[in-house]
């Protein structure tokens, strides 16, 4: 953002949301609703293709989903709702309609929190609906000429849009606002939230206007953004070309623009001077909505315990740092897997044993697992908590605890049978260590002559030799220990 927009201007900036529910069969049919990878066209039926005579039955999983939610995110349900014909012709509605919801959405007035710059904000929601998702154009060219193609398998999947107020006063806040939104969602198991694959999607309204102004400035829509980055960009490109257009004299005209992610520029698409009439109206086909106490309260029992709840518990309870706990919460999957390997068996380890399974799993093993999840690998949170107490009690290296780890994370096992059956049992003095100090004593012979000469810092070069020597067995500590009392005696020198 420029000095000059941060000094003369606000930036106003309000998110609609777009995220499918994760349910079995879609909004108001009973076809599934798992149609990514499938064939075009081949989950569908005549509610889909919005054919006369048919009737649409709601989805009562993603009632629970949308107001479970709404829930999540603060917001208020009304004891009554409904749904509504929202009215536009477009080739991807073969119906000429939406069915959608209006002057009364599931949920309303909620709030989430975010922090930017150390500062914590709270930013407005102000609704939370259900409606049922479009069909897909795929354009396409051939000999010069461009066609599209329709497929209908999205068509009626259930899709929640999440409104917010115009609150978020920069790109930074509208990515952070993103970013916990969809952890949200995905803890509370509603959607997938990847942006990338169309489930997860976002349009920005952004507008700005001098400071200590009341009145909104003209607002600009800016649409196919795919990605968090996409979204920043996008908003922090329009803030720079809105604020050249107000310091040269000119108006901001009121229209929908989209990014364009190769170019990293926003384009016009269509001008919005007055406000598209939908021509809303009750949708004659669905009943309206009771939404008991006993409902909502039964929705609300569900809520698992929030990321930002989640990660102020494990910095109280088991004394993680805040990054720590920041990167073990920020999915779910790996918060469970984290909390059940830290209160494995013994369960008097459990404080004991949290920083180094927070090592563990924020080191080898999020390297060793790349994009998959810790649920998804062939080590079990007992087996990794395991390996923590062998290797807090001292009854293996670090270095072997790693090759430890390699084998369990390639084929899965019990730490304790590997080293048993690989012979990585720690040497700790005795025969074993003393015999292993003079063969690399004897093995070089410049370093001994070296540090009988004076240079003591050999010593260092020797024990590396002997934590070769034993494949990492030895404790650092005792090897150095067994090479000074042969370096010491006559049969420590090489004759």
């Not at 991807?92 to 909620?110: A, E, N, R, T």
């Not at 190769?262 to 309206?288: C, I, N």
Request: charged content about 25%; proline content about 5%; some cysteine.
């Amino acid at each position: 953002m420029t000095t000059t927009t941060a000094v003369r201007y606000e930036v106003v900036i309000g998110l609609e949301v777009h995220s499918q529910l994760l349910t079995a069969s879609k909004m108001f049919c009973s076809c599934s609703a798992a149609y990514a990878y499938a064939p075009p066209n081949t989950h569908v039926c005549p509610v889909c293709f919005g054919m006369p005579g048919v009737l649409p039955v709601i989805n009562r999983r993603a009632v629970e989903l949308t107001v479970l939610t709404g829930l999540a995110l603060n917001c208020k349900v009304p004891a009554s709702a409904k749904f509504d014909r929202k009215n536009y012709p477009y080739p991807d509605l073969m119906k000429g309609y939406q069915i959608s919801q209006f002057d009364m959405p599931l949920c309303v007035d909620g709030w989430l929190e975010v922090e930017v710059g150390g500062e914590a904000r709270r930013l407005g929601i102000t609704r939370v609906h259900l409606e049922e998702d479009t069909a897909r154009l795929l354009h396409r060219e051939a000999n010069g000429e461009g066609y599209s193609l329709l497929d209908v398998n999205r068509a009626g999947a259930p899709l929640m849009e999440i409104v917010s107020e115009p609150d978020m006063r920069s790109p930074e806040e509208a990515r952070e606002y993103l970013v916990r939104l969809r952890q949200i969602l995905q803890y509370i198991g509603v959607s997938a939230g990847n942006m990338e694959e169309g489930n997860f999607r976002c349009d920005a309204n952004v507008s700005l206007r001098r400071f200590g102004a009341s009145e909104l400035g003209a607002k600009v829509e800016v649409k196919n953004m795919n990605s968090f980055r996409s979204v920043f960009r996008a908003l922090e490109y329009e803030v720079e070309r809105q604020t050249a257009i107000l310091d040269s004299g000119e108006r901001i005209a009121q229209e929908t623009r989209g990014w364009v992610d190769g170019e990293a520029k926003t384009v016009s698409q269509r001008s919005k001077e007055q406000a598209h009439d939908y021509r809303y109206f009750p949708e004659p086909d669905l009943p309206p909505l009771a939404l008991s106490r006993e409902f909502v309260e039964g929705v609300r029992a569900l809520l698992p315990e929030l990321p930002v709840e989640r990660r102020a518990r494990l910095q109280d309870q088991f004394g993680l740092g805040l990054y720590e706990a920041n990167l073990l919460t920020e999915n779910r999957a790996a918060a469970d897997y984290f909390e059940t390997a830290v209160n494995s068996e013994p369960a008097g380890r459990a404080h004991g044993r949290a920083q180094g399974v927070a090592n563990w799993m924020l080191g080898d093993f999020t390297h060793a697992l790349g994009d998959q999840q810790f649920a998804n690998s062939k080590v079990a949170p007992a087996q990794l908590a395991a390996l923590v107490d062998l290797q807090d009690s001292g009854q293996v290296t670090s270095k072997i605890a790693k090759s430890v780890f390699r084998l369990m994370y390639e084929s899965g096992g019990n730490p304790a049978a590997i080293i048993k059956d690989e012979g990585l049992a720690p040497i700790s003095g005795g025969a074993e260590l003393e015999e292993a100090a003079l063969r690399v004593i004897n093995g070089n012979e410049k370093a001994v002559s070296d540090y009988r000469a004076g240079k003591e810092t050999v010593i260092r070069f020797l024990v590396g030799q002997l934590m070769k020597e034993t494949r990492g067995r030895a404790n650092p500590q005792e090897a150095e220990s067994a090479l000074l009392a042969a370096l010491s005696t006559k049969n420590g020198a090489t004759p």
